[in-house]
């Protein structure tokens, strides 16, 4: 048989004996599972007779602790008309849910059978066999073979039909990948007497777990951990696909300036990654405060004091004040920008200023009384939110310290 030359890994055979009053040798009762508008033809036009149509199926295989794979029907009249055309089917089912190759039909049909047509290509490889090579098969799909034939002669035509394919042993492996995108945050601007909070984000995006997960960050000089440590690391043992995970780490800065930071992330799943770089920015304010005092010693009442407070930082200087304490027998007469005496202690003047912006000066006085005979002047010192408190530095001595006060809030006798 020329189906030879094909790897028939299994075949399915039945016979059909056409007659005058056509027989079968196969059960033609078998129930079809899939019937189409063709399978529910029950009779069928023979020159001008009206005949009874012939269903013979056969499933493959015929003994099977898994179950069926593929069936073939064949329709045909169960009696013929010598040399008048009739229609002669045949049905191959693919029952299983993988696609079947190198399907072929062969029917051993005898040299007195001639095919007129066919709806799939026909060859005949012999005087009495014939094939029809139909190639593939989808899972629960059928094809029809739908051919037309003519038997002269009389007597009885006996039709085996086989057919064979190949059913491959078919497995499908899912390849999975681990896939991490690694981020690090950081403000971008700090106090330097705030703590810093860095954040690292894991996400696997992948569709496999990504294993032994470590994060490790280097310090910048500069930038230390709470211990007093520059260097930190995060563990993580698994991160399923589609998850993510975030680490954050408390540090602190040691001096002012602009740091750059960036973390690598290692795993047995993936190479080493780096993360994007961070700049942290850590600004402070800087206070100076210098004061004007009188020429005069002893002191005069009436006496007329000034106090300059400067920022010279990169940062704000937060509810900035100034404190004077006054010396012992000294009492205020009056102060600018609402100076006042302390509800704690009498002797200190103090002046609320509020904000202060890098490289801005506030100015600001006082005028004090005395009884007996004073030398020492009022001690001043300045303070802000995250700056360090600093003391006056005395400006140089002026004759007319009146004339020079920016306010001029007082008119001392």
């Known amino acids: 048989m020329k189906v030879g030359k094909y790897f028939m890994t299994v ?15 196969d059960n033609g009762d078998q129930t079809w599972l899939w019937p189409n508008k063709k399978d529910l033809i029950e009779t069928q036009q023979v020159a001008c007779d009206t005949v009874e149509v012939s269903r013979n199926l056969q499933y493959y295989p015929i003994s ?25 089917n045949l049905k191959v089912t693919n029952l299983t849910d993988s696609t079947i190759t190198n399907v072929i039909v062969a029917d051993k049909v005898g040299s007195d059978m001639v095919f007129i047509e066919s709806s799939i290509g026909m060859e005949r490889v012999s005087d ?35 057919v064979f394919y190949d059913c491959p042993v078919c497995a499908k492996i899912t390849i999975l990948n681990t896939a991490l995108n690694f981020t690090m945050t950081a403000p971008k601007e700090v106090m330097s007497c705030d703590r810093i909070e860095l954040k690292y984000m894991v996400t696997n995006y992948g569709t496999a777990a990504a294993c ?15 211990d007093g440590k520059g260097a930190f690391e995060f563990k993580l043992d698994s991160l399923a696909a589609g998850e993510n995970h975030e680490f954050s780490k408390m540090v602190d800065p040691v001096k ?12 047995s799943s993936v190479k080493s990654l780096e993360s994007n770089v961070v700049e942290i920015n850590v600004v402070e304010p800087v206070l ?38 006054l010396p012992e027998g000294v009492v205020l007469s009056n102060a600018s920008d609402n ?50 408190a600093v003391s006056s530095i005395r400006l140089p001595e002026i004759n007319e310290l009146r004339s020079v006060s920016l306010y001029k809030p007082f008119e001392p006798d």
């Open 11 to 25: 075949s399915l055979v039945f016979c059909l004996g056409l007659n005058v009053m056509l027989s079968g040798c």
């Open 64 to 88: 099977s602790k898994a179950g069926k794979a593929v069936s073939l029907e064949k329709i045909a009249p169960k009696s013929i008309k010598a040399d008048s055309p009739f229609d002669y």
């Open 128 to 162: 009495d066999l014939v094939q029809w090579d139909i190639g593939s098969v989808a899972p629960k799909a059928s094809v029809m073979i739908e051919s037309r034939a003519i038997v002269s002669g009389s007597g009885t035509i006996m039709s085996c039909a086989e």
């Open 212 to 226: 032994d997960i470590v994060i490790k960050e280097t310090l910048p000089a500069g930038l230390m951990t709470a």
């Open 256 to 267: 002012t300036g602009k740091f750059l930071s960036k973390a690598v992330l290692s795993s």
């Open 288 to 325: 100076s405060l210098k004061e004007s005092v009188p020429i005069t010693n002893p002191l005069e009442p009436g006496t007329i004091f000034e106090y300059v407070l400067s920022n010279e930082g990169t940062a704000v200087a937060s509810n900035a004040m100034i404190v004077a304490m």
């Open 339 to 388: 100076g006042k005496i302390s509800d704690s202690d009498p002797r200190l003047v103090s002046w609320k200023l509020g904000d202060l912006k890098p490289n801005v000066s506030k100015k600001v006085t006082m005028v004090v009384e005395f009884k007996n005979q004073v030398s020492a002047n009022p001690q001043a010192v300045a303070k802000a939110i995250c700056s360090h």
